[in-house]
């Protein structure tokens, strides 16, 4: 199989460390290593201390799978299986598809969650929002059909911060459960609900068939962590999984296994605070669309993640005017040509504190 580029990764690993700010980052700022251990407790930082470098336990260190499992309702250890992110999305794939399968994702979306399929030669229907940015389930409803293998959502979801109601999340479930079809629901954003009253249980508590992802980088701002789970009541598709990472990292870094359990178990310390950096810059972000209307199209406020997607009015496609603005100005931006999503569009990242000076130097440069 030959896979095709991934459009976003690939800008991102052209500007991402060579640019001044970064306005389009899904991630919040990462913390240090001296915050992680600051917030451990005693038997925790015993842990660390007494670490040792070795190979760990392919699924997971059984008290990491315990601190994930604390966050769910109904999901015990042993439904918790421990990897990168990524790598999730791309055994998911490997495991459950065959050429001519039929799936339904949503787009704009994060390029694993479908690329993966369509490369492997299955037949993909797109669930696409409306013009205000908001995903309607009756527009899934009508993609769905007994031939569907897999549905893929994300929620909240990367890039626009949509985010369902419970109805609507609901109806959701009762699509797939219709022909009992298997939910991969991305909750990578999970608890970045910005009215915390609005939270979702995670889709793995509310529906049998699904295998949920979540991880460090973007709910905790640990991204360097690079550690992911899914969790699943489905034991048969874990077991297929686990056989699959065995030719890939085959087991996790210890170091990152113990901080991420130091961070799920003072999950507040982290999740809390992301969640007021990014109510803060949501204000800034709307003061600086209100101010240039000769460049905004409309900005729909996200209520759940950490980005949004603006619309601009360009003459040009928004790629061509975003490197242009990072030479000018050291402003990163994404367009939404790395979404597929046209060419009018950028993602806005809302969980970096240097949100205020990068619009300043942007303004600079309008
Ligand atoms: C929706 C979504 N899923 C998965 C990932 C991958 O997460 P990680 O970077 O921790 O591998 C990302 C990263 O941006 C994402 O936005």
Not at 35 to 52: D, I, K, M, P, R
Not at 89 to 107: A, K
Not at 128 to 148: I, M, Y
Request: with cysteine.
């Amino acid at each position: 199989m030959i896979i095709s580029s991934f459009k976003l990764e690939h800008y991102f690993a052209k500007y991402e460390f060579n640019a001044k700010y970064l306005l389009s980052s899904s991630d919040c700022d990462g913390f240090s290593l001296n915050y992680v251990l600051s917030s451990a407790e005693h038997g925790e930082l015993e842990l660390w201390n007494s670490l040792t470098l070795g190979y760990t336990e392919s699924e997971g260190h059984f008290l990491l799978r315990e601190a994930i499992s604390r966050h769910y309702n109904s999901i015990k250890p042993d439904d918790v299986f421990v990897l990168s992110p990524g790598e999730a999305n791309y055994i998911l794939m490997q495991t459950q598809l065959d050429p001519g399968d039929h799936l339904v994702c949503m787009r704009p979306s994060y390029q694993s969650l479908y690329q993966i399929a369509k490369d492997k030669g299955c037949v993909i229907h797109f669930w696409e929002p409306d013009d205000k940015g908001l995903f309607n389930p009756d527009d899934l409803a009508k993609l769905v059909n007994e031939k569907t293998k897999l549905i893929v959502v994300n929620f909240p979801h990367n890039p626009t911060g949509y985010y369902p109601t419970r109805e609507e999340l609901n109806r959701v479930i009762e699509i797939a459960s219709r022909h009992n079809t298997l939910l991969f629901s991305d909750e990578m954003y999970h608890k970045l609900v910005h009215n915390p009253a609005l939270l979702n249980d995670s889709l793995c508590d509310l529906y049998d068939n699904t295998v949920s992802l979540w991880g460090m980088a973007k709910s905790f701002g640990l991204a360097g962590l690079r550690i992911g789970w899914v969790t699943s009541h489905n034991k048969k598709l874990l077991g297929m999984m686990k056989h699959f990472k065995d030719y890939l990292t085959i087991c996790n870094s210890a170091t990152s296994e113990v901080l991420s359990m130091i961070a799920l178990n003072n999950s507040e310390r982290f999740i809390e605070v992301n969640l007021q950096k990014i109510r803060a810059n949501k204000q800034i972000f709307q003061a600086f669309v209100e101010k240039h209307t000769e460049l905004f199209d409309y900005y729909i406020e996200p209520g759940a993640g950490s980005t949004a997607m603006v619309k601009v009015r360009l003459q040009e496609p928004a790629l061509n005017y975003a490197e242009k603005i990072v030479k000018e100005s050291g402003v990163m931006l994404v367009p939404s040509e790395m979404f597929e999503y046209g060419d009018q569009h950028f993602r806005i990242g809302f969980g970096r504190s240097s949100m205020k000076d990068a619009l300043a130097a942007w303004e600079a440069v309008i």
